[in-house]
């Protein structure tokens, strides 16, 4: 399918793409680089990854896809560094969780020239991170959303789509803006309660902890996410962040209404909406 | 242990308790009864339960230990109706997820009985309801909490820590209104959040599901348990509930000004609280 391609930033995404690329043989060469020399070395011998360069331009010089991995405030000035060094016509995305500065600064930074930046957002990954997590089948049967600017070719979004299709992915495609408005939604909001949740607990009695079960294990699981890169995506998305956050705070409002006004009928209302969008999640 | 353990309600956690307690060999017989004639036809033939009576008068009868199984509203009135058939110095416990008003009505309505009730809260169980999804090794390595009153005999006491660790629990002991202050934030407003994560999503496109991945997945997961039980947990602790609630909107609000304010420092430092607690609940 591509010739070469290049991962820059090999992390549990990164490394877990190179897998899964390998695996199912979408390409003849995958080549990484990592700002880090200890990962650069730890790339090396990895039956994932045909060669480590030293710099992310060397890295990119002859590859028809090139994968931005790395945390989403890096992504468009890595751009920058590597655009001398993209090959003619060579297809460019990232594994973002934002989506509108990243795409719109993209643009600008490849203004001019004959390579392509369109964004994807692959809804895989966990709380942990690093390669050592990494598993090829990280991506299958997830969802992946790109984002596609109104003057970005069919040829890439194509391209790009059957990609992300081979990885064994369910692709959407909607505006960067809608992206973002949508990611604040499903995985922003629900990440930033997670870790509220968690930190109000922290404020409290130490033992209690340990008599936690299975349903605070599950909701607040992703609060072990990495704070660095939590922190830059909810800022790269705090206008959306912010409105998510407006609408809950409105609905547990009315929760607490209704078990403080004991309007039984209402609070079985409201557990019964949960539960009914909850049922009709995918299951995997 | 005991000659004969009588479950009333075998529901998913009643049901459980019989198998664990037939596979460890903990009781020479179990008896079962449930409200419902299609669930009491469902325990017959089943290896865990040796009999299946009519009334729950008649299931305690002749049990040194009987364990109410059923929804927090109708423990104690279960409790009432069984005082009558309840044999000599039996020992009666309940699995509900709420205490105060349980063992204070429950006290009373032993008064002058040889038999003692004494509060247990396996934590134990998941977003799943019924027999079907019973297990053998639901309450393995979870905690459970007994909840004593003051006149509570330190013999029942034993006796009872003694039959929840032989299921290989985890046991604690503190008073009905510890317990009640405790899971309202280690349970219920978990349970609250999810549902009000859920229903709040529900208000919004409804395409935006499928684009889900597993942090929303785990995130709500217990939103999907039964609402009509959740009700009644809700409402039986209402106000402690309503004080966690309150706690979690403040440590929101402190979020959201962070955010708000672009205040990175703050951002980054509710990020790692959330992670630094999350990293240490106990992991099974």
Not at 66 to 88: D, G, Y
Not at 176 to 199: C, F, M, N, R, Y
Request: charged share 25%.
């Amino acid at each position: 399918m591509f010739q070469q391609i290049t991962i820059l930033g090999p992390g549990l995404l990164g490394a877990s793409l190179a897998m899964a690329v390998k695996e199912r043989g979408l390409a003849t060469r995958v080549v990484t680089w990592s700002r880090r020399p200890e990962s650069r070395a730890k790339c090396l011998g990895r039956n994932w990854c045909d060669a480590v360069l030293e710099t992310p331009g060397e890295a990119v010089a002859d590859s028809d896809l090139v994968v931005i991995c790395t945390p989403v405030q890096t992504i468009v000035p890595l751009l920058a560094q590597i655009r001398p060094a993209l090959a003619e016509n060579a297809l460019v995305t990232d594994v973002g969780s934002t989506k509108s500065l990243i795409c719109r600064e993209a643009r600008n930074t490849l203004e001019g020239h004959s390579a392509t930046f369109l964004g994807s957002h692959p809804m895989a990954g966990s709380e942990q991170a690093g390669m050592e997590h990494a598993r090829a089948d990280l991506f299958e049967k997830a969802a992946c959303i790109l984002t596609p600017l109104d003057d970005t070719s069919a040829q890439a979004i194509a391209k790009l789509s059957a990609f992300w299709e081979s990885l064994g992915m369910i692709l959407s495609s909607v505006s960067p803006e809608k992206h973002d408005e949508i990611v604040a939604h499903i995985s922003h909001l629900p990440h930033l309660l997670a870790s509220t949740l968690s930190g109000y607990l922290a404020t409290q009695d130490d033992t209690w902890r340990n008599l936690a079960g299975g349903g605070l294990r599950d909701t607040t699981r992703i609060a072990s996410g990495d704070p660095g890169l939590w922190k830059q995506i909810l800022e790269q998305n705090r206008d959306e962040v912010l409105r998510a956050i407006d609408g809950f705070e409105q609905e547990l409002h009315q929760f607490k209404a209704a078990l403080l006004n004991d309007d039984s009928l209402a609070v079985i209302t409201q557990l019964e909406r949960g539960k009914a969008y909850r049922d009709r999640l995918r299951k995997s």
